[in-house]
């Protein structure tokens, strides 16, 4: 079982950043991708961000350009910096690890982006 927590949400201004971070605990060794999704209220989830374990990363178009994964292996963590915040990328953002039996998913953490 592997188990995820995300936090570093908050409120943002409008071109402001903020960095997210999701650990993962448990049969940690099984996973072999982490990413990112975010789900704006009304809306279906979305792909925000992978990476594998090669270091392999896809962006979703919205965000290419403004959002940055990465992941410390050692420490079982996987960040996404978001830059340039739009009021558009509003929405809870998921943490999710790919393991060789399933996909886990964290609980989810706000990202409201206003003035």
């Known amino acids: 079982q592997v188990q995820l927590v995300e936090s570093g949400g908050g409120l943002v201004e409008p071109g402001g950043s903020l960095t997210l971070s999701c650990p993962a605990s448990g049969s940690t060794s099984s996973i072999y991708a982490r990413g990112w999704y975010r789900q704006a209220p009304g809306k279906q989830r979305e792909l925000v961000a992978t990476i594998t374990n090669d270091g392999t990363t896809t962006y979703a178009d919205s965000v290419r350009g403004r959002f940055t994964i990465s992941r410390d292996r050692a420490k079982n963590t996987v960040y996404l910096q978001m830059n340039s915040l739009k009021p558009e990328d509003t929405a809870v953002y998921y943490c999710?690890?790919?393991?060789?039996?399933?996909?886990?998913w964290g609980q989810g953490t706000q990202v409201t982006v206003s003035s």
């Open positions: 999710n690890a790919r393991a060789t039996i399933k996909t886990y």
